[in-house]
């Protein structure tokens, strides 16, 4: 359907980047599942004639399947980036250690290195910045963030205790929220919603822009306008004041061994090269 729109429309196939993913279950039985070879060289397959593409530019694993060695992964989606079926390799969910580990593998192997990964990260849910934040940055990693509202909480219509009529988040509480402490950052966005005139999921996308981790941003919408708005983030600038009070309502307590090693670090800080 979406190669045949591409068409319909005459924009370039090289004008877009499509990707997709694999993991969940696309039928019964075991090898219908999963992260096995089996069940990616198949999909893979299935995703470009759905698509009625030659070629997917992104090809990512949903999440870790504890069942499959993640060589086989890797060996799997290798294979589809030389028959020419996959142009690069993510993955999605997965935990710091499991990535760096897959890297390795892949390193070892001589295989297709894996570029990015898609994870959840907002202002109320910013526990990606325990460990792999950092590791994104250290393996030059890009970032895809899924439900930058939060599954909407982020829009501000569900503050305060109450609870919209529409929307997932009004019978699943997904992504979990802890309402405290997201009750304060929507009073504050809509403190800087209203100053910048734009609305409190502008804010809230616009604070993921401005993060140096983050590549993309995965946005949805029911309606146009909701696109639209969602675009218009861009366009929202916020100060390093901002930036700051925003960070302040939202930053994570510290946890072990976060806090040890930020204060053992002092002990070489005077050593370390300055910027710029």
């Known amino acids: ?12 196939r090289d004008d877009v980047v499509i990707a997709t ?38 090809y990512q694993i949903h999440g870790f399947d504890p069942v499959t060695p993640i060589a086989e992964t890797l060996e799997a989606l290798d294979t589809l980036v030389r028959q020419g079926h996959v142009r690069y390799i993510g993955l999605s969910n997965w935990a710091a250690w499991q990535i760096v580990n897959a890297i390795g593998i892949a390193e070892a192997r001589k295989l297709a290195p894996i570029l990015s990964l898609q994870a959840y ?9 325990r460990e792999i934040v950092p590791m994104l940055r250290a393996e030059g990693l890009g970032l895809m963030v899924w439900s930058p509202l939060a599954g909407g909480f982020l829009s501000g219509k569900y503050s305060g205790g109450t609870m919209a009529n529409d929307g997932r988040r009004a019978s699943f509480n997904f992504p979990p929220v802890d309402l405290e402490r997201g009750d ?11 100053a910048k005139g734009v609305c409190v999921a502008q804010v809230a996308l616009a604070w993921l822009l401005h993060q140096p981790v983050v590549t993309s941003v995965i946005v949805g919408a029911k309606r146009i306008e909701q696109l639209q708005d969602n675009i218009r983030s861009t366009e929202v600038s916020l100060s390093a004041e901002d930036l700051a ?22 002990y070489r800080a005077p050593f370390v090269p300055q910027k710029g």
Not at 31 to 48: C, D, E, T, V, W
Not at 187 to 194: D, K
């Open 1 to 12: 359907m979406l190669g045949q729109a591409l068409r319909n429309l005459g924009i370039a």
């Open 21 to 58: 993913k694999v993991l969940g279950p696309m039928g019964e039985g075991p090898n219908a599942r999963g992260a096995s070879r089996a069940h990616i060289m198949a999909q893979a397959k299935a995703s470009l004639s759905r698509l009625q593409m030659d070629h997917i530019d992104l």
């Open 121 to 129: 990260y907002t202002l109320v849910g910013r526990n990606l910045e």
């Open 184 to 194: 304060a950052a929507i009073s504050l966005m809509r403190e800087f919603a209203s």
């Open 245 to 266: 009070a925003l960070d302040a309502v939202t930053k994570l307590p510290p946890e072990y061994p976060g806090w040890m090693l930020e204060r053992q670090s002092q």
